[in-house]
């Protein structure tokens, strides 16, 4: 999922640390890194592997991805622009309901493998998260919240467009 994933993502981070100034754009990056990594992956390797929910969905990866940013930026500015992306990672595990897959959130702490997503074939799983109801529904709400977003942004400014692309920050408050 994408836009279940930007928009989910987006919206519960504004909210939640009522930052004005995050950069959106390693938020987005970070969001979506878990998919980005593991889906390609686990379907190169789906039929011994099972899955593609790998080492990019577990709380590991996005320890150590929060650990780079505090160790390898000072405080300030730069810690402030790539924090969003291991708090992006994170936010990604709990929309996809990792707590539910401790075998793949705890990994490698609890085994080496990783829980197999039920179908046989990745191609059967393509068509299984294609056809799902659930899966619809949750994109339309990602893409609902980020379109308006948008429109408050007023993102079809050119001016708009071009600040928002080189700073990553909207020109929406925060409601309280």
């Known amino acids: 999922m994408i836009f279940w994933h930007l928009g989910a993502t987006t919206a519960i981070v504004r909210y939640t640390f009522r930052d004005e100034r995050m950069d959106l754009r390693m938020l987005a990056l970070g969001a979506l890194l878990p998919d980005l990594v593991d889906t390609p992956a686990g379907a190169l390797f789906y039929s011994s592997l099972g899955s593609v929910r790998l080492v ?10 929060m650990v780079l940013v ?9 810690r402030k622009r790539w ?37 046989a074939t990745f ?9 799902d109801p659930v899966t619809w529904a949750l994109e339309a709400a990602g893409l609902a919240y980020l379109l ?27 409601g309280r």
């Open 56 to 65: 990019a969905h577990t709380l590991l990866a996005s320890a150590v991805a």
């Open 70 to 78: 505090l160790l390898g930026t000072r405080r300030g500015r730069p």
């Open 123 to 131: 191609g059967a799983l393509a068509v299984e998260v294609l056809t």
């Open 83 to 119: 924090m969003p992306l291991a708090v992006g990672m994170l936010v990604h595990l709990v929309l996809d309901g990792m707590w539910n897959d401790p075998a793949t959130l705890w990994w490698p702490f609890l085994g080496w493998g990783f829980t197999p997503a039920g179908p």
């Open 148 to 174: 308006v977003l948008a429109r408050r942004a007023r993102l079809g400014d050119p001016g708009e467009r071009a600040a928002f692309m080189s700073t990553g920050r909207v020109s929406v408050p925060i």
